[in-house]
């Protein structure tokens, strides 16, 4: 498998995650999305696929939207500690997750303890 199919096949294995993604209808009057830089949060170490994945996703998404995007990588606890990160940002759109399909599925149902509800505090974009 070549390292391009390799990349098109993670990339549809990942979940794209915004935490509240939908706008408040106050700040939709305001004007439009986006108007400041976003922060693509990625579950993983940097220098890997999922990175490299969530790297080249923010490239795109900042040139379609004409605002930065943050890649910021938050290792650590199979994943939970990026998506306590982004369920605790402020419910206006500017977090988004490059989740893992058991960031959201499996690690509710292994770990109860985990500091986020996956269908509360997500919206899928």
Do not use: C, W
């Not at 390292?3 to 990942?14: H, P, Q, V, Y």
């Not at 408040?24 to 990175?51: H, M, N, R, S, W």
């Not at 402020?90 to 509710?108: C, E, F, H, I, V």
């Amino acid at each position: 498998m070549s390292s391009r199919s390799f990349s098109k096949l993670l990339l549809a294995s990942l979940l794209l995650a915004a935490g509240f993604a939908s706008l408040p209808p106050a700040q939709a009057q305001q004007g439009a999305y986006p108007q400041k830089p976003i922060k693509l949060i990625v579950p993983f170490p940097p220098g890997g696929a999922a990175d490299t994945i969530g790297r080249i996703y923010g490239e795109k998404l900042s040139e379609r939207l004409k605002q930065p995007v943050i890649v910021e990588n938050k290792p650590g606890a199979g994943t939970a500690i990026a998506a306590e990160f982004v369920a605790r940002a402020a419910p206006d759109g500017y977090t988004l997750s490059l989740a893992p399909a058991g960031q959201l599925t499996l690690l509710p149902n292994l770990n109860k303890k985990v500091a986020y509800d996956p269908v509360k505090d997500f919206v899928p974009v």
